[in-house]
């Protein structure tokens, strides 16, 4: 019983701290691509979940969104300040999980048009 009740303990403590990826949201996401990013993509956040597959999305944020930077400095320079700043990848944690959610392969669509 007590070898139990320690199993249950450190999965559960190796659950919370090894789950980052679960800390990420995709309103969270939705909210900062709205604040920090659409005026310089020049696009709602429709469009831009919408270029990319669920599949394409996951590529580009692997790495501290090595992916999404590089592709997204280079076709809005002006952004490239800010994609690159470290207070960035914080918010592109949830961005991820926001185009991954309303991707074009995914059926959904987000309501900030």
Not at 29 to 50: C, D, E, I, P, V
Not at 66 to 86: D, R, V
Request: glycine fraction near 8%; charged fraction near 25%.
């Amino acid at each position: 019983m007590r070898q139990l009740i320690k199993i249950i303990l450190i999965s559960v403590l190796l659950g919370s701290v090894g789950s980052s990826a679960l800390m990420a949201d995709v309103k969270k996401g939705q909210k900062y691509y709205l604040k920090s990013f659409k005026s310089k993509f020049k696009m709602n956040g429709t469009k831009f979940a919408s270029l990319h597959t669920q599949g394409e999305w996951m590529a580009l944020f692997e790495n501290r969104a090595e992916g999404f930077i590089k592709e997204f400095s280079k076709n809005y320079p002006k952004s490239q300040k800010l994609l690159t700043k470290p207070s960035t990848w914080k918010k592109l944690q949830h961005i991820k999980d926001f185009a991954i959610e309303y991707a074009s392969d995914s059926g959904n669509v987000p309501s900030c048009g």
